[in-house]
């Protein structure tokens, strides 16, 4: 009996330490190629402002020429979650986190509202990441429609 414990717990604890070590890697792979910065978001926001801290998930977003590959952070998919076209967002708002707001999102956030073909979106990054965000909007090659608030 106690060695089948003994294994079942060296098993797990086996399990745990490649599933942790595997989460890590997938991170390393995203972040390999730069251009990455942490950025919260929150998808299909409704049109009034909502402070509950609901529907927030924390992620990786990497420049990728006119694209945006958003990667949950808690995942193991290799695969971006969500991708945003330059040429397909829209900055309609800028605020500073409030109410539960602020404990679902890293301490420095600045929340920016976006329409990204029609579905309102938000995103929250640092301010620095912000800087290089909309620097990177308004970078679009000419003939591109940009509209930065």
Request: with cysteine; net charge positive; hydrophobic share 45%.
């Amino acid at each position: 009996m106690f060695l089948a414990l003994l294994v079942s717990g060296l098993v797990l604890v086996t399990l745990v330490a490649v599933g942790l070590f595997v989460f890590g890697l997938r991170r390393r792979l995203i972040q390999r190629s730069g251009g990455t910065f942490d950025c919260s978001m929150r998808w299909n926001v409704p049109e009034e402002t909502d402070l509950s801290g609901k529907g927030w998930v924390y992620g990786v977003a990497r420049y990728s020429g006119d694209r945006i590959m958003w990667f949950r952070v808690f995942s193991y998919a290799p695969r971006p979650r969500r991708v945003l076209e330059r040429s397909a967002i829209e900055v309609i708002s800028r605020r500073t986190p409030e109410g539960e707001e602020e404990l679902a999102l890293l301490s420095d956030a600045v929340v920016l509202g976006c329409l990204h073909r029609g579905t309102r979106l938000e995103l929250a990054m640092s301010e620095d990441a912000l800087t290089g965000f909309l620097a990177w909007l308004e970078a679009a090659p000419p003939g591109q429609r940009v509209n930065v608030a």
